[in-house]
């Protein structure tokens, strides 16, 4: 028993790895990560950011102590926003489980 999952890890390991080398020779990728294929951020995103910026600029040390609670508050929430518009795809641990049982079931 012990013989076969050690064999079966290293077909996995051999099958996982074996595409990254034959990639690795290639040029440089040029396309970006974004969802936007013009490279350009939206508007909301934008502004959001310049916001940002400007609280980090902010002197502070003259503020009250609920200036700066709102403020930190206002924070969170740009950075909470900027997250929710990211329309990346998410998987959980239970699902990258069942994928990988499948696909050694199927194989």
Do not use: C, Q
Request: proline share 4%; hydrophobic share 50%.
């Amino acid at each position: 028993m012990k013989k076969s999952t050690l064999y079966l890890v290293m077909m996995l390991l051999t099958l996982t790895l074996a595409p990254a080398n034959t990639f690795a020779a290639t040029a440089p990728v040029t396309h970006t990560l974004s969802a936007d294929p013009t490279g350009e951020m939206p508007a909301r995103v934008k502004v959001l950011l310049d916001r940002l910026e400007e609280i980090k600029a902010m002197d502070k040390s003259d503020m009250s102590r609920a200036e700066r609670k709102a403020l930190r508050k206002e924070v969170r929430a740009i950075k909470s926003e900027l997250r929710s518009t990211g329309g990346g795809v998410y998987l959980s641990v239970g699902a990258i489980i069942i994928i990988i049982l499948l696909l050694i079931l199927l194989l």
